[in-house]
């Protein structure tokens, strides 16, 4: 293979080498990007140094480290653009690497990964040992897995940061605000309502998510969400002075459920904003493994319906949330992991789709679709049965001057707004 300019490693690509096993969300991720581009093997490959190592896989391989200049995820983040090898047996820059001789690798197709800080780390790629067209489909396909695959390294690495340094207090500078995601309908599109998240803004003005840096620190994590689900609340009883239909999703850590207060705090922080808990749905987040003998945390889930919380089911279709708890978990709706979403218009997404709507609505639970973002993927979300969305189509996160404005233009009264 032609020589490139050599790349300096950046630090993160440090930070994605893992000497721990993936967790099973990764992996399943993994299986489901193979599945759905119809691949017999997927890998991470992180290029570092003078090495590139596979941190994880599906299909056919291992993790022995190979010298960078055997690696076809070399060229990926030596360009910073997407590649596609058809057959690598004809192509001159490959065709004499090892692992094209010994048949492994016949067709390749790479997308970048990214860090946090932006640098390029690696690839997420897929291989087949037999040479085939590759069409951009199958490369829109596997970029929408990118973002996934991102994230949840970036979970990994900042839990693996703190376990080898234990840290405290806050998390960076800067004040810590909600920002509101648009939830909207998918019949009519209608918003519905908002996400509430959490952002910092830091003295420079630049815009972070302050729930990474904590993730191992439960306690912290929680206070945070709690803040940020009050300011939440607050802010949306403004709005509903234009539509008293709209309600509020927080985000909150499943460690709330195990508060024995929970009840009378949750039912506090409503009533200080002025809003009902039927106004809010409460998505809970790095939910543990529960199972139907955990009588405590069902029944606490329980009491919050029964005074008016809706309660959603975050990331569902993860190794956490099998179908099977549909049947006992207490909540309204489940919220699909964004792996599904990215598989969705292949035939192994839209049957897992069809799945988890065909059984939430035969028990009464609606299904929430995130990071939609086109009119095609709201239309097809919503033939499989989803009830809700999110994504780009209803508008990114914003600040809450900018939902403010929103409504500022909009007379009360005036008829809801939908798609902009």
């Known amino acids: 293979m032609p020589s490139l300019d050599a790349v300096p490693p950046t630090r993160s690509a440090e930070r994605h080498w893992?000497?721990?096993?993936?967790?099973?969300?990764?992996?399943?991720?993994?299986?489901?990007?193979?599945?759905?581009?119809g691949f017999p093997t997927v890998r991470i490959n992180i290029v570092h140094q003078d090495l590139q190592h596979t941190i994880g896989f599906f299909g056919v391989g291992d993790l022995c480290p190979i010298d960078r200049e055997e690696s076809f995820c070399d060229v990926v983040v030596a360009t910073g653009e997407w590649m596609a090898v058809p057959d690598a047996t004809i192509d001159p820059r490959f065709s004499g690497l090892a692992s094209v001789v010994s048949g492994e690798i016949g067709a390749y197709l790479g997308v970048p990964l990214r860090g946090p800080d932006g640098g390029i780390v690696g690839a997420l790629c897929v291989i087949d040992p037999i040479g085939r067209v590759l069409t951009a489909e199958d490369t829109w396909r596997l970029q929408q897995f990118v973002p996934i695959i991102e994230d949840q390294l970036d979970l990994m690495w900042q839990l693996d940061a703190q376990e080898r340094h234990p840290a405290s207090g806050p998390a960076g500078p800067g004040a810590v605000v909600p920002w509101f995601r648009p939830v909207a309908g998918m019949s009519d599109h209608r918003v519905l309502g908002y996400?509430?998240?959490?952002?910092?803004?830091?003295?420079?003005?630049?815009?972070?998510?302050?729930?990474?840096?904590?993730?191992?620190?439960?306690?912290?994590?929680?206070?945070?969400?709690?803040?940020v689900a009050a300011a939440g609340m607050a802010a949306v009883?403004?709005?509903?002075?234009?539509?008293?239909?709209?309600?509020?999703?927080?985000?909150?850590?499943?460690?709330?459920?195990?508060?024995?207060?929970?009840?009378?705090?949750?039912?506090?922080?409503?009533?200080?904003a002025g809003i009902k808990?039927?106004?809010?749905?409460?998505?809970?987040?790095?939910?543990?493994?529960w199972s139907v003998t955990d009588l405590a945390a069902l029944a606490t889930l329980k009491g919050l319906r029964d005074i008016g919380f809706g309660i959603f089911?975050?990331?569902?279709?993860?190794?956490?949330?099998?179908?099977?708890?549909?049947?006992?978990?207490?909540?309204?709706?489940?919220?699909?992991?964004?792996?599904?979403?990215?598989?969705?218009?292949?035939?192994?997404?839209?049957?897992?789709?069809?799945?988890?709507?065909s059984m939430a609505h035969a028990l009464e639970q609606?299904?929430?679709?995130?990071?939609?973002?086109?009119?095609?993927?709201?239309?097809?979300?919503?033939?499989?049965?989803?009830?809700?969305?999110?994504?780009?189509?209803?508008?990114?996160?914003r600040p809450p001057a900018a939902v403010n404005e929103r409504y500022r233009a909009t007379p009360v009264g005036a008829a809801p707004q939908g798609v902009r």
Request: charged residues 25%; proline residues 6%.
């Open 313 to 357: 089911r975050g990331e569902f279709g993860t190794v956490w949330a099998g179908l099977d708890q549909l049947l006992w978990f207490p909540c309204d709706a489940v919220r699909l992991d964004p792996a599904l979403t990215a598989a969705l218009g292949t035939d192994v997404g839209d049957t897992m789709i069809r799945a988890v709507t």
């Open 277 to 289: 808990p039927i106004a809010v749905n409460i998505t809970l987040k790095e939910a543990p493994a």
């Open 366 to 397: 609606r299904v929430v679709i995130d990071r939609i973002d086109t009119l095609d993927q709201a239309r097809a979300a919503a033939a499989l049965g989803c009830d809700r969305a999110l994504g780009a189509v209803w508008g990114d996160a």
């Open 18 to 37: 893992f000497d721990r096993p993936l967790p099973g969300a990764v992996e399943t991720t993994l299986s489901l990007a193979a599945r759905a581009l």
């Open 237 to 272: 009883r403004g709005w509903q002075r234009h539509d008293s239909r709209l309600k509020v999703n927080v985000n909150l850590t499943a460690a709330v459920i195990a508060r024995p207060d929970c009840l009378t705090l949750l039912a506090e922080l409503a009533a200080r």
């Open 195 to 227: 996400d509430a998240v959490a952002r910092r803004v830091g003295p420079d003005g630049g815009v972070t998510d302050p729930r990474r840096p904590l993730v191992g620190r439960p306690a912290e994590l929680l206070e945070l969400d709690l803040a």
